[in-house]
């Protein structure tokens, strides 16, 4: 196998010492050009990230987009205002005028025709309009309609950003309501707060008045009564009115439905009041007690404890101790039945009344007249 000490073995050949330590070296110099080449690389990208704007760097999901709530904000705000009530304070020293309260109202035409709750102007000797661009205008009281709790106010300006009504009917349970007022006064004007519409038609009574009202979980405080409760489409569905405040309480807010307020607010403008049907009947709701002492064929309905003379319903055959039963072919349970019924017609309609006479029933039609000046 050997032919001199110049042959070599024949087969694999076993590598040195010496080449061991060149092949490392080698593979060192050549992985720290590759680490520091990639450090160069990695830093310039995020360099130029940096560079970038925060939207190009990371877009949003719906770049430009601002939230509903924003927008109603933009739109509606600047026609919610705030409502100092003033009144005069004399003592024998002295004679002052003193802020009695603060409230919101909404401007819903150009001119300066401002809607808000007539507990917030109530018992006023001035009232002071104070707009969302800080301007501060005397307010003049138009007329009031103290069943619905609405007042119609005007300043002397034109010009002026103005909300748009929308359709309160047609409002569901779980939509978007955002409330624009001023609670606490001044210092936290044109406040706004988000929520959802709770409930439709709660019926909410209050110092001998019945009020059927929007539900709504967004914030109401003092001072956001008169302001706007908006939809999703920048329109007022309802006129902040009620909060319901108790320790034990949260998020039960109510509104006034635009659909209640416009025909109010239009009347109110129109006439200086708010001109209703009326059927022309005194009496009450039927108890049992007047079951048993009238002898009465019905357990509930309208007891009809006198006619005014003249009066639509006496015209029409109707008689003291009828029992109202039915109106326009809606069951008749308790006044206030009856009252609502009679507000959804017109002057000049005619409505099916039946009432229940002694033990027989009988039907009438009443022509509605406009209710005589209380």
């Given at each position: ?225 008169g302001g706007a409760l908006v939809n999703s489409g920048s329109e007022v569905i309802g006129i902040n009115s009620i909060k319901i405040v108790d320790i ?61 003379s003249g009066s639509p319903a006496g015209k029409a055959g109707i008689k003291a101790g009828d029992v109202i039963v039915s109106f326009n072919k809606k ?44």
């Open positions: 196998m050997y032919r001199d000490d110049r042959d070599f073995y024949v087969g694999e050949r076993r590598p040195g010492l010496i080449s061991y330590l060149l092949t490392a070296l080698l593979g060192a110099v050549i992985g720290g050009f590759i680490v520091v080449f990639a450090f160069q690389v990695l830093a310039a990208g995020n360099q130029e990230l940096g560079n970038r704007e925060p939207d190009q760097a990371q877009p949003p999901v719906a770049a430009g987009v601002a939230s509903p709530v924003v927008q109603i904000a933009e739109k509606v705000g600047p026609a919610v205002v705030g409502i100092s009530n003033r009144i005069d304070v004399s003592t024998y020293f002295t004679h002052q005028r003193v802020e009695k309260g603060f409230g919101s109202g909404v401007i819903f035409r150009e001119d300066g025709y401002i809607v808000t709750n007539f507990h917030v102007i109530e018992d006023s000797d001035q009232l002071i309009i104070h707009l969302a661009n800080g301007e501060k205008l005397p307010g003049e009281v138009i007329g009031v309609d103290r069943r619905t709790d609405l007042a119609v106010l005007k300043v002397n300006k034109k010009g002026l950003k103005t909300a748009k009504f929308g359709n309160s009917d047609k409002v569901r349970v779980g939509e978007l309501a955002v409330a624009i007022g001023s609670p606490l006064g001044e210092e936290f004007a044109s406040t706004v707060t988000a929520g959802v519409i709770s409930a439709l038609n709660r019926t909410v009574d209050l110092d001998e008045q019945r009020f059927r009202l929007l539900q709504t979980d967004a914030a109401i405080n003092p001072g956001n009564s034990n309480v949260e998020g039960i807010n109510f509104a006034i439905p635009s659909n209640t307020v416009r025909p109010i607010v239009e009347s109110i403008i129109e006439h200086g009041k708010v001109i209703r049907p009326w059927i022309g009947i005194l009496g009450g709701s039927v108890d049992p007690a007047m079951v048993e002492r009238f002898n009465l064929g019905a357990k509930e309905g309208v007891f009809i404890s006198e006619l005014p069951d008749i349970k308790e006044f206030e039945d009856l009252r609502e019924n009679i507000e959804e017609l017109k002057i000049g309609d005619k409505a099916e009344v039946v009432v229940i006479r002694g033990k027989d029933k009988q039907t009438f039609t009443v022509t509605l007249e406009q209710m005589p000046d209380q």
